[in-house]
């Protein structure tokens, strides 16, 4: 991941108005409103069913059948939940995969270095563990420097640790390039320590919006953040242990 | 099926193979042979390999078919024959060509079906002009894929038989030369061994339908195209005309006839048509020429 | 079954997507009717302006009288049933065998080992050109052309089966193994389901083989059949029956086609919903 | 390619298993032998011992010597390379318009509509039947061989590419939409791959079609090939050249086997993890 | 999910010795030793790529690759790190899967109806979101009332209250049926709140056996928990915040 001086981006990154999406009679979108300006990053949540998914395929601009307006930028990278690798390339192909430019064997391997997979780049994507092949779709999409990252659950299946160091990579990385990202997560402290906004998804709107002005390095230990999780964790209904 | 005919009881009915344009068709026609099953064949080497494999007792076929299947050991009799039938097998041409006579063809590309009849005829007429097989381009096609052919021009000529050769006569095709003086082009009437064996009576029987059914239609013509126009499926007229020079009379198997269809083979051995040496006049059975007299 | 997988040109930006549309379905359906109804229309239009000679290529609307013709006294229908009992019966056997046969060599290791090898081999001979040994092993009548038919059949039911199975993802069969599946339980809801598109296709292409056996079996020794019925055409230049012939086999295509769709509609539902995520 | 679905009994309970086995990869090759030498040797028996009839199916080893015959003064050989030439030709021609077609058909939705369904009323045209048409459109030459060989292979492969192109998972398009790959790299690197595994069973069937409507089309005016070779044959009921000329095909076959196995081993590797896990 | 008297099962309910795994000449199986008592549950812990998934296949005796010895009951339910459901079966009869007895239907309903599926059961498992597909996957192993339950982070695509749900799930089957479980999880408070015992594995071994004594309804507040949270978070290479 060569450095790119940071641009100034002026106006969002994303917008949508309005957004619906409906499986036969099942509503699941009823009309979604959102903004993500540039560099900046969303968290969003809701529960299991409620439609974080099918959103992030409308925005990505792989879903025909939604109603809304939206607009997206020219340079945009998915992580989707499955991690969707091609199973006929090895892992270091997956990253490189309609990549252009000079370097690409480097970026690549820097890239898969990042996500600590250096030696794994020519397994393939059924020799990967669960949390390997994970990796490796976050690494696809960083390589590609966009401007905007669509994130869905990137880091579910990892533990702790390696959890921990995505974040700080996630977190190094969009300082360096300044790139917006829309993340959705489950994990409601990772919300807080990687967004500067958090949005609601419930009933088919957003339902919440929570701005997390934490300061640039936040800690699960700052009163502030225990009471923003406390507030996010009411709002999903998690019950005060 | 392919059981022999002995183990197939005797009150069995007689299996027959024919073809389309073969004196058999009257008989199957007017049905008036009893106790029999009828098997249409293509062409004269299809129904001899019905006879190798036991499928028919007996089956009727033109002079080369004989010969090929004595050739490929194929355990048959000759059991009777036909008067000869020159105009029926002829060499056509474009009537806009400028053939005027065989000689004129060579060089020139000529379509037959192997095998047959017409393979002899066409020994005959490489013979009759002092020509090898060499002088001509000889195209092997049978009826069905010859006429295409021979209509698009993709043959200068085209040797064939009756009824196709009926079928073919239309005001733009000529006829180059027919078999008069060169082969005797007759039918030949085949018999399976095991029925020869065991079944003498109920073959003698069925070569007396034949017999009498083929000098009915001689003697009734019209009566006789009326009867097979549709079973063949062409229009009367070309029946009538194909009939007219097609059908004649049976005759029984001498020793002549043997050593006719021996020359042919000789013949044959000789061009390396087929893998030789054959022994076809040893084929020739008489046993049955009381029926054809 | 209609998505395609690269339809459309990608719109990386998307300003602004249409509305809901109506269901294209009834339009795609009339749409699909474009290209064969062109294509008759410019062959009549090239008979009728004498660019096609009758003897090359006969109207369709000639073809259309002689088929009328045939039909209206009966012909047509009782040599149409002969050959439709015929393919039916061949398919049965052979698919039957190919079932059995491929679904061993696909499941079993053993039966790898000793079925596929000689299938491989046979796999390549002509069927058709066994037919004068078929002659000597199973006679003349019937039994030749429902064997013809079958021979044609087994091979593509058989490799795609056996593909079908080898395709399974292995984490399903064991996840049914977990579920406490027994054999016979996982080659019902596992191995069946599975295999069923690549059998469908294997059916698809086993019908077409199952038509060309019979029109080369239909000429041994057959009175009936619409092999016969253009065998016989042709010996006597019907250009307009052969073509009927040939135009009765479109006709069957088109028929079993949609058969196999529906029926593949029926049974593969699951798979339209893999497709809309 | 070896793992079968399901191959052994389960264990749900598994007291012990088998310490690390030796690669059974040689052993299993050589298994794979075991029924056609079986075959091979029980019809030589039954040849030997009078059960099978010299003209009904000739012993292995007449046929060999036969063979052997043929193939000393050299005519085995020339028939065999028309006869592949041929079929090279054909199937190139075939299998080169059934890519670009099942291609177009498979991808996009317009070519669906309009290609799929004149060739799904083709498929069921038996092209053997159209022997007497075709030689009224390309004549009596070579190209009639080659036409027939190129309508025979055509129809695997279309069908096979198609069902291929359609069965590729939706959200590996999607994935590689997100990659920016427009529809050419997509058709490179998620199409072409995905679809591969179904292009070798239609390739394998193409093959086995090519050779049967070679069979038919080399009785059609030849002087040469496998074809010719058996009809001749045939004409002279040597059944020894006839089971002969089988043979030759039969060993065609096993050899195309062999390299596409080979082609698949080698760029279908990745299945093999795929079966590992 | 009917209720069954409670069995006395006297002995381990899965015990491995030695079991290796190697794919080609990488070792991720080292010989690993393992028990399983009756009525247990045992949390494993380890980094993404130390072979969990692979232990597990292991044991649930499909892996025919692999050296050493162990036993396993006759009932034995898995639940895979990806959802493994056959997709030309609705949810309800993927959970139905080789089911028998009487009421296969009821039971079925009632299973779905816990993991808060009732409404899901005619959805092709392509129309479930990642964790409803999940669940559905839960629901298909609790229904068949195994004495082990093999778990591959079962919980990793669900919200914060799903979550929540889903163990309060497991722990009140645990306590009606008494099954053994082993838990493969990247969440250290889920271990400790579920398990009687936490392996952690490392290099190909288990390299660490924490036993957890919280009683019976452990709380993240409780300073025990803090601590013993600590030592594996420790254990696991994550640095105090
Ligand atoms: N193809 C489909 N057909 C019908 N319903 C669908 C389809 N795809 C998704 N759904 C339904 O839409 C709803 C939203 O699904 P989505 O995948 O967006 O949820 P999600 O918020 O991502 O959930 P999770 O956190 O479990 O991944 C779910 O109830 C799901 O069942
Ligand atoms: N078929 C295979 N071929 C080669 N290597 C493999 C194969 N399957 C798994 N591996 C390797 O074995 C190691 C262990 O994999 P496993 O899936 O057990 O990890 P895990 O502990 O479950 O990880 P995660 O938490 O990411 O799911 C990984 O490094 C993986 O790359
Ligand atoms: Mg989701
Ligand atoms: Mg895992």
Redesign the pocket.
């Known amino acids: 991941m060569a450095t790119r001086p940071a641009r100034d981006l002026i106006g969002p990154v994303l917008t949508a108005r309005a957004v619906t999406r409906s499986f036969g009679p099942t509503v699941v979108l009823a009309g979604v409103d959102l903004t993500v300006a540039a560099g900046e990053t969303v968290a969003l949540l809701g529960g299991s069913g409620s439609g974080k998914s099918t959103l992030l395929r409308v925005l990505a601009g792989l879903d025909d059948a939604a109603g809304g307006h939206w607009t997206l930028p020219g340079a945009a990278a998915v992580v989707f939940q499955e991690h969707r690798l091609l199973p006929w390339k090895r892992a270091a192909d997956n990253v490189a995969l309609g990549l252009a430019g000079p370097d690409v064997g480097g970026r690549v391997a820097r890239a898969l270095a990042e996500v600590g997979l250096a030696d ?1 780049g020519r ?2 994507p ?7 092949a ?1 990796r490796v779709a976050v690494a696809r999409a960083l390589v590609r420097e966009p401007d905007l990252l669509l994130l869905d659950e990137p880091f579910g ?3 702790a640790l390696t959890r921990l160091r995505m974040q700080g990579l996630l977190r190094r990385l969009r300082a360096q390039h300044g790139f917006a990202a829309l993340l959705v997560t489950h994990d409601v402290e990772e919300a807080l320590l990687l967004a500067d906004r958090v949005l609601l998804l419930d009933g088919g709107v957003i339902a919440e919006e929570i701005p997390v002005r934490l300061g640039p390095a936040p800690s699960p230990d700052d009163p502030a953040f225990g009471a923003l999780r406390r507030r996010l964790l009411d709002r999903l209904g998690v019950p005060a242990a | 099926g392919g059981e022999p005919a002995d183990a197939r009881g005797d009150d069995a009915p007689l299996r027959i193979g024919y073809q389309r344009f073969g004196g058999l068709s009257l008989v199957k026609a007017r049905g008036a042979a009893k106790n029999v099953t009828w098997s249409l064949f293509e062409s004269g080497p299809a129904l001899t390999e019905a006879l190798k494999a036991g499928s028919i007792d007996i089956g009727q076929t033109g002079e080369a078919p004989p010969v090929f299947a004595a050739a490929g050991k194929i355990p048959f009799s000759v059991v009777g024959t036909s008067e000869p039938i020159p105009q029926g097998e002829a060499v056509l041409v474009k009537a806009d060509s400028p053939y005027r006579s065989f000689a004129d063809l060579r060089g020139k590309t000529v379509a037959l079906n192997k095998g047959s009849n017409v393979h002899w005829l066409l020994v005959k007429l490489l013979e009759a002009n002092k020509m090898t097989l060499a002088d001509v381009n000889v195209k092997y096609l049978k009826p069905a894929e010859g006429r295409p052919a021979f209509d698009n021009g993709q043959v200068d000529a085209w040797i064939i038989w009756d009824p196709y050769f009926a079928l073919a006569e239309r005001p733009d095709v000529r006829v180059l030369a027919d078999a008069t003086g060169l082969a005797g082009n007759r039918e030949y009437v085949l018999a399976a061994p095991d029925a020869v064996k065991n079944r003498t009576d109920d073959v003698r029987a069925f070569l007396d339908t034949y017999r009498q059914t083929t000098d009915w239609g001689i003697a009734h013509p019209d009566e006789r195209a009326a009867v097979l126009a549709p079973e063949l499926k062409i229009p009367l007229d070309v029946t009538t005309r194909a009939l007219a020079r097609s059908a004649k009379p049976l005759a029984p198997v001498t020793p002549e006839i043997g050593a006719e269809l021996q020359a042919i083979a000789d013949s044959f051995v000789g061009l390396k048509l087929v893998p030789g040496p054959v022994d076809i006049a040893g084929r020739v059975d008489g046993r049955f020429n009381e029926a054809f007299r | 079954m209609t998505g395609p997988a690269l339809a459309e040109a990608p719109a990386p930006v998307v300003p602004s997507p249409a509305p809901r549309r109506p269901r294209a379905g009834t339009a795609r359906r009339w749409r699909r009717l474009v290209s064969p109804v062109a294509l008759v229309l410019a062959w009549e239009a090239a008979a009728r302006v004498g660019l096609l000679s009758a003897e090359k290529l006969p109207a369709p609307s000639t073809v259309l009288a002689t088929g009328w013709r045939l039909a209206a006294d009966g012909t047509l229908g009782v040599h149409l049933l002969d050959s439709l009992t015929r393919a039916a019966l061949g398919l049965l056997i052979g698919g039957g065998l190919a079932l059995v046969l491929g679904a061993a060599a696909g499941l079993l290791r053993l039966g790898d080992d000793l079925v596929d090898p000689p299938v491989q081999a046979a796999r390549m001979l002509p069927h058709l050109g066994l037919v004068p040994l078929l002659i000597i092993w199973v006679g003349i009548g019937e039994s030749l052309k429902v064997t013809l038919v079958a021979l044609g059949a087994f091979f593509p039911i058989y490799f795609n089966l056996y593909a079908g199975i080898r395709d399974i993802d292995e984490r399903l069969v064991e996840a049914a193994r977990t579920c406490g599946l027994g054999p016979a339980a996982r080659l019902r809801h596992v191995v069946l389901p599975g295999a069923l598109p690549a059998l469908f296709l294997g059916l698809r292409l086993a019908i077409g083989a199952a038509w060309l056996s019979l029109v080369v079996g239909e000429q041994v020794n057959a009175q009936t059949g619409v092999g016969f019925l253009m065998m016989e055409a042709r010996e006597f230049s019907q250009t307009d029956v052969v073509v009927l012939g040939l135009l009765v086999y479109a006709l069957l295509g088109l028929a079993s086609d949609l058969l196999i769709r529906f029926a593949e509609r029926r049974t593969l539902t699951w798979r339209r919903g893999l497709r809309a995520t």
Do not use: K, P
């Open positions: 794994r397994a393939w059924a020799e990967l563990s669960g949390g390997q994970q299946a990892l533990d």
